[in-house]
DNA sequence: ATAAAAACATACTAATTAGTATGTTTTTTG
DNA sequence: CAAAAAACATACTAATTAGTATGTTTTTAT
């Protein structure tokens, strides 16, 4: 990689931290530079303004990440319910990115940026809609196999586990404690076994 | 009620409305004196920071509000699955100050604030709790009456269920349609079901 | 090696921010 | 009614913001 396309990447790395930590429209700029120890003229340099900035993050660094741990667990998997319980406990417990106390990434721009930045809105709701599609499809997939119910709707199964999610996150916000994701995936087990 | 104590309560009403569209941080207080026709003096004579504005606001607005709402319609309740379920469903559908792409002022705050701000992190904190223990409460009612199994979880319910309310509405905020509630609510129907 | 382009650095600007200093006008109280 | 306090108004300030103008240095291509 050029030492070029290094700074860049250091550049989104570091302002994906500051944002995840303190949201989008509270990190400034002069925060970002003073962090990656790059100037402003570089800054500048590498995005025509902060936007197009945020936008590269989400592109290049949440999308990519959000991949690897919202879509490939579910990828080619056959029994949806061990399979998205364990997922979410990993995304609970075992991601070493992700802090109790800042939530979820996605779900912190989706409701920052959403209501008034259209640029924004698209991209996350094409990550939301992948989830959600990915999801979907599996629950088919044990619809089929006989792992889950055949009455069971599986885009509503969908939305209900993603909301289950983004709502768990922002508990763990406020309440500080890992108590109510414990909570919350005991629950979870108990109604992703009532669609076998 | 005195001018005075109209005025206060107008600029709380109107910096509510702003906050809910844009978010605490980026609602500016020369955004708000615009907004209620008040000058600068006149904001700062009766709150002394924009922080105990904000503080005012949660406690004299969003916490009766949420009273009201949250609290009430499942207080001196006996059959808990209806009563949550038409909770949820007026809260979605039926309330009119709640909007779709502005999700829940409660949960935004919640997000925006509690990582970095003590004083709003611990009344928001006692917020949710409330919510929390009058819906586990429910739940214990339900099951002494025979409404709800013996060997349900109520705190984990608790949790599960508020969980879901917070996610849906940020689901709301970036599909900018209400299809997701419609398919949330159906799924929750089920889920409740499935306690009796 | 050298010219050109890419990458980065420094110093600025105009707008916006929360908050203050210092008033004037209302309202209340004796 | 008159003095005092409460309520409100105006004009400022210092800090921060995204972004720009104008450089210098480093890398790349010939």
Known sequence: MSKAAATRLNIL???FELIYAKGYQTTSIDEIIATTKVTKGAFFY???S???MGL???NEILKPTMEE?????????TEPIGVI???MYDLLFNNEFLKLEYGCPA???TQEMTPWNVEFSEVLSSLTRKWHSTLEKLIEIGKKNGNIRPNVNAAQVAYFVM???????????VYKSKDCYFAYLEELKVYLDGLK
């Open 13 to 15: 790395h570091k302002a």
């Open 46 to 48: 590498h995005f025509k």
């Open 50 to 52: 902060k936007d197009e």
């Open 56 to 58: 590269a993050i989400i």
């Open 69 to 77: 741990s919202f879509i490939k667990p579910l990828e080619n998997a």
């Open 85 to 87: 319980y364990q997922m």
């Open 107 to 109: 779900g912190n721009l």
């Open 163 to 173: 909301s289950g999610y983004w709502g768990i996150r922002n508990f763990g916000k």
